[in-house]
């Protein structure tokens, strides 16, 4: 990433704008924090305002700007609003980080409703890869950027009654790292991070659904998830945000197309 005029040599973001879709909670809400804290302003795209006002809010707190844009990337326009808003009111982009994603009905495939497939990737692939090169001719005309793709061990570990939402957190790492290859003449680099299991109220519910269909506690079920990793535990959003800004920072300015695996060790290889 280029650094900005008038601004000291530093591999922090300091004096840098980073947009982040999906932003109101979990990992984007997290991933937001953490920019912020490294020196970012950042404009925060997600479909409940209430939501994106408080992580404004909150980045704000840490002494940097703040841009909410209640965003739906379904919406082709919207994605390119939040994008073309964070150039014209905060001035630039940097970076973008795309966490917002939409999950199935966790349905066999043979008996999945195509209108849900269809919305699933509508989300996952083609509303992420419009935020995505909504920003390209900024990066372009700056001399350089990073865009942070956020996709999910469910592409290695195959669950069953997941299909559209595993394929297409495939879909986004294939064509991320063809993007990768296109737009890296321009210094602009496109990374992808893979968590898989993350600490929040999500898992939270997902564990409690398994304690009950297996009449176990829930804390039965944390444990046998955190002994599947190879560091014994499940890592939080904040884990996954600290990768998510080296790979937007010049800290990663030599990696380009890389698919960064956090989860603890759950997957090797």
């Given amino acids: 990433m280029s650094t900005p005029e008038n ?47 408080r992580v404004a809010r909150e ?6 700007r703040a841009l909410a844009v209640p965003t739906d990337i379904t919406v082709l326009d919207q994605g390119r609003a939040l994008v073309d808003r964070a150039a014209d009111e905060l001035g630039r982009v940097d970076a973008v980080v795309n966490v917002a994603a939409l999950s199935d009905t966790h349905t066999k495939l043979e ?71 296109e737009v890296g003449p321009d210094n602009i680099r496109v990374n992808v991070v893979v968590p898989g299991y993350v600490t929040g109220p999500h898992l939270d519910g997902l564990f409690a659904r398994i304690a009950q269909r297996r009449d176990w506690t829930t804390e039965q079920v944390f444990a046998e998830a955190e002994s ?6 499940i890592p939080s959003p904040d884990d996954v945000a600290e990768a998510v800004v080296f790979l937007a920072s010049a800290r990663a300015a030599a990696i380009t197309g890389a ?11």
Avoid: H
């Fill in 228 to 233: 599947l990793t190879a560091l014994q535990r």
């Fill in 111 to 181: 008996q999945i409703d195509w209108e849900v497939y269809r919305k699933v990737f509508e989300t996952n692939v083609l509303g992420t890869l419009e935020v995505s090169r909504a920003a390209l001719p900024y990066m372009q005309a700056q001399g350089g950027g990073a865009i942070v793709q956020i996709s999910s061990s469910a592409m290695r570990t195959m669950p069953a009654k997941q299909a559209p939402y595993v394929s297409t957190k495939a879909a986004l790492v294939s064509a991320s790292q063809v993007l990768a290859r």
């Fill in 59 to 64: 980045v704000r707190a840490l002494g940097r």
């Fill in 259 to 269: 698919v960064l695996d956090v989860n603890a060790g759950l997957w090797i290889g």
């Fill in 7 to 53: 601004e000291p040599s530093s591999r922090s973001l300091a004096g840098c704008v980073a947009v982040v879709s999906g932003a109101g909670e979990g990992i984007g809400r997290s991933c937001a924090l953490a920019l912020a804290r490294d020196g970012a302003d950042v404009a925060l795209g997600a479909r409940r305002r209430e939501q994106v006002e």
